[in-house]
């Protein structure tokens, strides 16, 4: 029935978006209201379709906000199945809210994911007077007693915050997972505010988050979870570098209807390597704290599916999900 109801919903929610978008050849649909990450992704490719010329007229942004992206995504399914002149912005949040099933039975394979061409690294970090010097350290005292450490982050429990921590203990070759203690608060900035102020032993959220506080001596981030040090933060050690292999970053990219064909999907793919290339795109990261992420194409696909599988697996061992 929720899967219906969104899809009803979406329906109407284009009847009245229809007379707005006529007059663009493409449009690129941002699942939340302005201001968010969506809605920044659509904007910033959108302006670079047609400031590169791989666009001939600009592109029309239309925000369709609902279940969390699912509105939008039932909206592409049912009502957009093949329109090639569809892009729509994703993220980490996209992957595990449907490897959590929070789009009412909707699945992965019913959209195309065409590409990330950014992605706002996850770091852990702990207080500047912290006992944890490493990584090691601190994974070293959750095998030990699994609840000596509780961590703070930006999302619900089950969300994209608390997953980041659990990653790496998988990594460790620690299971118990679901014995990990984790506060989920209403964004990074109270997330951080709470491991500063000594009433959690860590922070699990993005690099974004902690910039701020890292520049004014707060913090310590004990690992950033890219697969290379992130540029103006070369200090930071990565996961990997400490021996643990998790990437972990916010990716920002898009998904395309899965009835378009192969050779639009692989135009799409293109465009977006393309931006990713530019000069342009790089501006762009550097003024809003992104580091260099690309994953381009039918390699992208293969990716999600491994990540919806992990994360599928995480939110039962942690009860999220049955």
């Excluded at 793919?269 to 501006?283: G, M, P, V």
Aim: aromatic share 8%; with cysteine.
């Amino acid at each position: 029935m929720k899967t219906i109801r969104l899809a009803a919903l979406a329906t109407s929610a284009i009847v009245s978006l229809a007379a707005t978008t006529s007059a663009f050849a493409t449009e690129c649909i941002a699942p939340a209201d302005a201001g968010g990450g969506w809605d920044f992704t659509c904007r910033q490719i959108g302006k670079l379709l047609y400031d590169l010329k791989l666009e001939a007229q600009p592109v029309q942004v239309t925000n369709m906000a609902g279940a969390g992206g699912g509105l939008a995504y039932a909206h592409v399914v049912a009502e957009r199945n093949s329109d090639e002149g569809l892009i729509v912005a994703a993220s980490s949040a996209t992957t595990t809210r449907l490897a959590q099933n929070a789009y009412g039975g909707a699945t992965a394979d019913q959209v195309r994911f065409v590409g990330a061409i950014a992605g706002d690294p996850g770091v852990i970090v702990v207080a500047k007077d912290s006992p944890f010097q490493t990584l090691g350290d601190l994974v070293a005292a959750i095998k030990a007693d699994p609840t000596s450490v509780t961590f703070a982050g930006g999302s619900a429990a089950g969300g994209f915050d608390h997953m980041k921590p659990l990653m790496v203990l998988k990594a460790a070759g620690f299971t118990d997972v679901a014995k990990v203690k984790y506060i989920g608060m209403d964004g990074g900035a109270e997330a951080i505010t709470q491991t500063i102020g000594g009433f959690t032993q860590a922070m699990t959220g993005d690099m974004s988050e902690i910039v701020g506080f890292i520049k004014s001596g707060d913090v310590r981030a004990l690992a950033v979870l890219t697969a290379e040090p992130v540029p103006g933060f070369e200090t930071i050690p990565t996961a990997k570098s400490q021996g643990f292999d998790v990437e972990v970053v916010n990716w920002r990219g898009l998904y395309v209807p899965k009835g378009i064909s192969d050779d639009d999907f692989n135009a799409w793919a293109t465009k977006l390597q393309t931006i990713a290339d530019s000069a342009e795109w790089q501006a762009v990261m550097a003024a809003n704290g992104l580091a260099p992420f690309t994953k381009v194409g039918a390699d992208f696909q293969g990716w999600i599916d491994g990540v919806i599988t992990e994360t599928t697996t995480l939110s039962k061992e942690i009860g999220v999900i049955q």
